[in-house]
């Protein structure tokens, strides 16, 4: 593939693939650094830069009691490049982490390029290349590329858009009112598969009224002008903008629902089902929506069970390359298939800027260690850049769907809380306090002592 002796390839110069490439060769390796830009744009990006930011300026809450300030935490223990250039060029932003969108690419291109281990190459990768590679070509891939990973992994398990529905902690669903249950529950002997809202007919009509009057996202050109966009995928909204009937008589049906409380089936019912293996996360079935954030925490909390609900994801519809990764990878980001090849980034199911750069620092770890001949990492799930790995490698096949850092994802804590803070606080300083043991049993070099 190239002229000059390298150990890694890196594909794809965005958030994961630069913080790869920078862990690789800081681990003394040669690395090249694919890039198609500026010879070949996609859509959402406007610069030649290195890890640019496509959209907002802000990489989420630096607080450390945030899910995204704790992975911020754990990237600077284990010295992100991009983290650091985030630090260098932040600007005034509250409790949250916002660069200057520029010098913040304008830094990590400076750096990579001048890094002496790594040789930046221009160009649109078409085939998957030989040798350890990471792969990180993010969620706007290019179609020839896309295709090639599509004849590796099967076409079944790359997806091109993604249709998320919001998710609760079950803890923060009020069983008072809402209830467990499947359809037919009461009849078939199934088990009490999901926690069902049950709604009269005047909260599901303001539900109705809500969905149809909040305030939408903006789409993107290119993803509006995509005729296959929603296609068989409706968002609640324009569902709910059918006609007042719709919902009732689609994802909300009561059909087979009978309310232990009144013996008697609801007008409507929403239903909630379980999202993580412990059982504390749960999404709202058939609402994947492109409501604005707040409106889906406004319209949502209306229906009976949620008005406290604590949201860990909003729903959202994007045009979004990602593999069906529990199905590809392991939690070492390895392709199960050929354990040279590494999979980072959006294309393995991760969301937001930050946990992208996680999991390309993951990769890259990974992939040096596994040239040098070192066991690979697999970080403890109580650390967020763990429980992120071990969610795209080992979440439900059948409904996999992008997710972001949150706390829900963390082994649960054994000891008690009181309320949502002190638990929060409680995780992240077990995440910190794993990690760094993690970091001094695994050094490079170095095995298990
Ligand atoms: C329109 C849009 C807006 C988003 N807004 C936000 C936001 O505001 N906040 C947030 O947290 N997350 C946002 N995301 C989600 C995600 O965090 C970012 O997309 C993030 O940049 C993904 O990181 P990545 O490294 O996986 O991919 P990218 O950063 O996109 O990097 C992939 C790189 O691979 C290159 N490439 C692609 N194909 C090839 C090829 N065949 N050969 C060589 N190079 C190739 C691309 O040019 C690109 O530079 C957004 C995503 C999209 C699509």
Redesign the pocket.
Known sequence: MSEFQIDVNV???????TEAAWQIASRGLKVAL????PLKM?P??VSDKL??????NS??SDLPDRASGLLKAELRLLDSVLLACADETRVPAGGALAVGREQFSEMVTCRVENHPYITVCR????EIPEGVTVI???????P??SDAIAVMVGAQYLYFYDALAPIVTRESIDMDVAFEGARFAHREGQSADYINCPLNEAQYKRLVDALVGAERMEL?DFEREDPHFFEGCLPVEVLAARGRDALAYGPLRPIGIIDPRTGRRPYAVVQLRQDDAAGTLYNLVGFQTNLRWPEQRRVLSMIPGLESAEFVRFGQM???TFLNAPELIDSTMQYQSRGELFF????TGV????G?IAT?MLAGINAARLVKGESLWKLPTETMMGALAHYVSHADVQRFQPMKANFGLLSPLTQPARGKRERYHLYAERALASLSQYIEQYRDGQEEK
């Open positions: 594909v794809g110069g965005g958030l994961a693939g694919w890039e198609m830009r996609p959402a990006h890890a640019e930011l496509v959209c907002s990489l989420g160009q649109e990768v078409i990180a070509t993010g969620p706007l891939t290019s020839t590329f993107r994007h045009r979004n980072a980034g959006q294309l969301e937001g800027y930050v992208n390309g």
